[in-house]
C-alpha cells in the first residue's frame, strides 16, 4: 500500500504529465496553423509571381502575334492601294502617249497634241 504522500505525489505526478501533455497539444497546433498560414502566404506569393509572369509572357505573344497580323493586313491593303494607283497612273500616261504617237503620225501639230494629251512639247517630239 502506498502513504499518503506518496498518492499525493503520484497524483501531481500525472497531473503535471496531463498538464504536459495540454500544452504540447496547444503547441502542436497553434505551430500547425502557424506553418499552415506561412506556407500558403508563400505558396501564394509564389503562385501570384508565376501567373504574372506566365499572364505577361502570354499576352505579349498573342499581343505581337495581333500587332503583326493587323500590321501585315494594314501593309497589304495600303500596298495593294498604292499599287493600283501607280498602274493606273502608268496606263493612262502610256495611253496619253499612244494617242500622242496617233496623232502625231496624222500630222497634227505637236503644240496641239501637247495640249490636248497633257504631255509635254519635249515627250511629244521624242515620241
Request: hydrophobic fraction near 35%; charged fraction near 35%; aromatic fraction near 4%.
Amino acid at each position: 500500500a502506498f502513504t499518503e504522500q506518496e498518492l499525493l505525489t503520484y497524483e501531481h505526478f500525472w497531473d503535471m504529465i496531463g498538464a504536459s501533455r495540454l500544452l504540447m497539444v496547444g503547441a502542436e497546433r497553434r505551430g500547425l496553423e502557424k506553418g499552415m498560414a506561412k506556407g500558403m502566404e508563400r505558396g501564394m506569393e509564389r503562385g501570384m509571381k508565376q501567373g504574372l509572369e506566365e499572364g505577361m509572357k502570354q499576352g505579349m505573344e498573342q499581343g505581337l502575334e495581333k500587332g503583326m497580323k493587323q500590321g501585315m493586313e494594314q501593309g497589304l491593303e495600303k500596298g495593294m492601294k498604292q499599287g493600283m494607283k501607280q498602274g493606273l497612273e502608268q496606263g493612262q500616261q502610256e495611253e496619253r502617249r499612244r494617242n500622242a504617237r496617233g496623232m502625231k503620225a496624222k500630222g497634227i501639230p505637236v503644240e496641239v497634241i501637247s495640249e490636248i494629251t497633257g504631255l509635254t512639247v519635249e515627250e511629244v517630239q521624242k515620241l
